[in-house]
């Protein structure tokens, strides 16, 4: 599902008209990089790794 799914849903549950308009380049436009999906950040994992833990709760 994607955020438009969402809201039409939503919006014959609620009875509501919200609308959604979908901006697709806001992240490229303020970080100068192309954005990524969970699915690829899950897929590469490896890749997302912050480093060692270690735990603190003695």
Not at 11 to 31: M, P, S
């Amino acid at each position: 599902m994607i955020m438009s799914d969402f809201i039409k849903i939503g919006n014959e549950v609620t009875g509501n008209q919200v609308t959604y308009k979908q901006i697709t380049d806001d992240f490229k436009r303020l970080t100068g990089q192309d954005s990524v999906t969970v699915k690829y950040m899950l897929q590469h994992a490896n890749e997302y790794q912050v480093g060692e833990r270690h735990s603190k709760d003695n």
